[in-house]
């Protein structure tokens, strides 16, 4: 099971292991202050796209097609992350204001379709 999770928001037993999935340090959170068993910058759309769409949900459905590609250029990237939803719960941790249109999300979406798939 893939959860997901604002980085503001207590830790709880249930979030299983907790990877933070951006590129850049959540502001006001210190490093020893976060649980996580992992962070992966690299899992992150690119700096380029991340600008591009700009938490802008007109452009959601592109920003995802986009961010897929680069995902499926990268599977070293979040394949701990499979791993570890395979075997456990695992909880995405992003720092955006707009639960619904941002990269943990798409993310998601894209480890469900691989966990689908076999």
Do not use: C
């Not at 249930?14 to 899992?43: C, Q």
């Not at 690119?46 to 700009?54: E, M, S, V, Y």
């Amino acid at each position: 099971m893939i959860r997901l999770k604002r980085v503001y928001e207590a830790a709880r037993p249930a979030d299983g292991e907790r990877f933070l999935v951006e590129r850049l340090w959540p502001r006001g959170i210190k490093k020893e202050a976060l649980r996580l068993d992992g962070w992966l910058p690299e899992v992150a759309p690119t700096p380029a796209l991340r600008k591009w769409f700009h938490h802008d949900p007109a452009r959601w459905a592109e920003f995802q097609e986009r961010y897929r590609a680069e995902l499926d250029a990268r599977p070293e990237a979040w394949a701990i992350l499979l791993e570890a939803a395979r075997k456990d719960t695992v909880t995405l941790l992003f720092s955006s204001r707009d639960a619904e249109h941002n990269n943990a999300v798409a993310l998601k979406l894209y480890l469900e379709a691989k966990l689908r798939r076999g």
